[in-house]
Each structure stands twice: as structure tokens, then as C-alpha cells.
């Protein structure tokens, strides 16, 4: 692959801790760091192009983002088929990312670069190749699990995929709907993994992994940042706590780069569209462990993908119901971000 670059002198090390992509970093002698990503299938390589005039408007803006690299012989392609899959290479942004975060400030840089990042593509118009069309759709995600758990009953682990989801499905039946909102370009993908922050400063640099570009409700997209964002245990553990002083952080960071952006609908929804995603993500993880077929999993710390979905599927659950009980506060905290005088 890296002679289609030009690169066969490079080497090559694994890089970050996604679950969906295979990533490695590639180092070139003369100092030029690359990123190459081998795409998973559920993704339409056509994407790319997408990806390609996102970050070529977010450059114009001034913003900092990866550039794709594309092939040194002709056709100059942004990818390249090999064994039925797809790769692409890109420009490396040097910083650090996080599997869960540290401290209130992280949390404050979080929201404004997730800010930032909405305020600049809120002008912009792509005819989405890739778009994965209702990735947020909860009811379908239900349905999905409803039909998993009625399919699958000879699975090894069905007994507890069951009991989880009879939790999710009470859970999600508890639940107020969404309000009807406008549909808006966003990252789709907002977990604090794919934020890059500066290393010496740690102000929030650039967003990565834009394979999940969509148009959806802001909302949705808020709601998967803070329940990636403000939970200090990660998605692999069953233990969750919801950590009120990063949402607090993160909302008010937000706001100072988004505010403008925003209708009254949309932010009240943020603490109702947290829940939602964190119930609608528990649907996937227990799906998935009866399914085995999407989410990539630990080998080193779970023995099969089912085990590690359930120990997932725990967690969102827990998560939510910590949040739950402090709704009162989060609510009034996005109203102290966002709200003017009468709101």
C-alpha cells in the first residue's frame, strides 16, 4: 500500500484506539508524518470525497484539519482498492487524544473545538455520499434489538443479553420524545477519542475520523459528546458515573463558540437528547452481543465480541441512570450556558 504513495520507506506503527477503522501511523525518512486508515466496509469510500471538501472549506476558514494525500502515480485517487477493501492516507496532526477525560478544562476545550467545528460547517452543503441514514434513529435501534433478542435465542449469552435488554426497552419506553428540529451538518462521531488535542497547552485543536459525516438534529450529536464526554470510567466498564463538573465545562465552552448557532429548542433539548443517546447506544452494544457483527472489541481484555458488548451495554445503562438523577442540575446548568434573560 505504501508504494502507492511513494512511501515504501516508511514504517509503520498502529495508531489510536478506534473501533470501527484500522488506523496506523506512518513515519517517512524525511521526518513527514502520515495517517493511513484501512475503512471498514460499512462505509461507502465515496465518503471520501466528502471528507475531502469539508476539510478543504475548514482550511479556508483557517481552522486546523488533516488533508487527504492522494496516490503518487495516476489516476491521482484520494483511495485505493486493495483485497476489497479500501484505504486512504492523510496529513498527521501532531497532538494527543484521549480515551476519557481529565479534568474541567479538557472538558471546556472539548466543547469549544465541537463549537467551533459546528459554527464553521453550519454554511456549508454536501450531498453526503456515505451518509449512514438513521444512525440515530432510537426507534429503529429498538426495533433491532426487540428482533435480536427473539432471533438469537440459541446464543451462548442469551440470558444476559435478555436481561439487558428488557432494561433497555423500559428504560427507552420512560423517556419524553424529541422535539421536531431542524437537521444540521455535524461530525456524527463526537466521542472524546476523536478530538486531537495541543500536547504543550492542551487547547482543542482539530476534530478526526470524519467518516460519520450527517445531517441531523444538533441535539443527538451533543447528546453522544457528553455521554462520551463526562464519563470519566469509559465504555468498558459497568461501573459509570456522570461526571456534572465536565458538562458543565463542556456546555459553557460550547456555547461560547456556538450560542449564536443555536435555536431555544435545540438547547433545551441537550439533557433529554444525553439520555436518549445513552438508551439508544446500550440498544447497540446489547444487539451487537448477540449479533456479533459490527463493533470492533478488546481481545486483551475480553474473551469474544459478545462479552465485551455486554460489559458496554452495562455501562450505557448505568450511565444513564446516574444522569437521570441529576437532571435537575443539568438542565439548569444549560440554562445558565445558553439561556438569556426569560428564557
Not at 428540529?181 to 472524546?192: F, T
Not at 437532571?327 to 434573560?341: H, I, K, M, N, S
Request: charged share 25%; hydrophobic share 40%; with cysteine.
Amino acid at each position: 500500500m505504501l508504494t502507492q504513495y511513494g512511501l515504501s520507506d516508511a514504517t509503520v506503527a498502529p495508531l489510536g484506539t478506534g473501533l470501527i477503522n484500522e488506523t496506523f501511523l506512518v513515519s517517512a525518512p524525511d521526518g513527514c508524518r502520515y495517517v493511513l486508515q484501512r475503512i471498514n466496509p460499512v462505509f461507502n469510500p465515496k465518503i471520501i470525497c466528502d471528507i475531502d471538501k469539508l476539510t478543504q472549506h475548514l482550511a479556508s476558514c483557517g481552522e486546523v484539519t488533516h488533508r487527504l494525500v492522494p496516490v503518487s502515480i495516476e489516476p491521482r485517487r484520494l483511495w485505493v482498492e486493495l483485497d476489497g477493501r479500501y484505504w486512504r492516507l492523510s496529513t498527521y496532526i501532531p497532538g494527543v487524544c484521549y480515551d476519557r477525560l481529565e479534568d474541567d478544562r479538557q472538558a471546556e476545550q472539548a466543547g469549544r473545538l465541537l463549537g467551533r467545528f459546528h459554527s464553521k460547517v453550519s454554511n456549508l452543503q454536501i450531498n453526503l455520499h456515505g451518509e449512514r441514514l438513521g444512525v440515530h434513529d432510537t426507534a429503529r435501534h429498538l426495533t433491532n434489538l426487540e428482533q435480536a433478542l427473539d432471533k438469537h435465542r440459541g446464543h451462548r449469552n442469551y440470558d444476559a443479553a435478555a436481561r439487558l435488554g428488557e432494561r433497555v426497552l423500559a428504560a427507552a419506553a420512560a423517556l419524553p420524545a424529541l422535539p421536531d428540529l431542524p437537521d444540521r451538518l455535524v461530525h456524527g462521531d463526537p466521542k472524546i477519542s476523536n478530538l486531537v488535542f495541543a500536547a504543550d497547552s492542551g487547547v482543542g485543536v482539530c476534530m478526526i475520523d470524519l467518516d460519520t459525516l450527517a445531517y441531523m438534529p444538533l441535539p443527538l450529536e451533543l447528546g453522544d459528546a457528553i455521554r462520551s464526554w463526562c464519563n470519566p470510567r469509559g465504555e468498558d466498564e459497568t461501573e459509570s458515573r456522570f461526571n456534572m463538573g465536565y458538562f458543565r465545562a463542556a456546555m459553557h465552552g460550547y456555547a461560547a463558540e456556538a450560542k449564536p448557532l443555536l435555536l431555544p429548542d435545540e438547547w433545551r433539548s441537550f439533557a433529554l437528547a444525553a439520555s436518549t443517546i445513552m438508551i439508544e447506544l446500550a440498544a447497540r452494544f446489547t444487539t451487537d452481543a448477540l449479533e456479533e457483527s459490527y463493533f470492533g472489541w478488546n481481545a486483551e481484555r475480553f474473551a469474544d465480541r459478545s462479552a465485551h458488548n455486554l460489559i458496554r451495554a452495562e455501562g450505557q445503562l448505568n450511565l444513564q441512570r446516574a444522569f437521570a438523577a441529576e437532571q435537575a442540575e443539568a438542565q439548569a446548568t444549560v440554562l445558565d450556558a445558553f439561556g438569556d434573560r426569560g428564557d
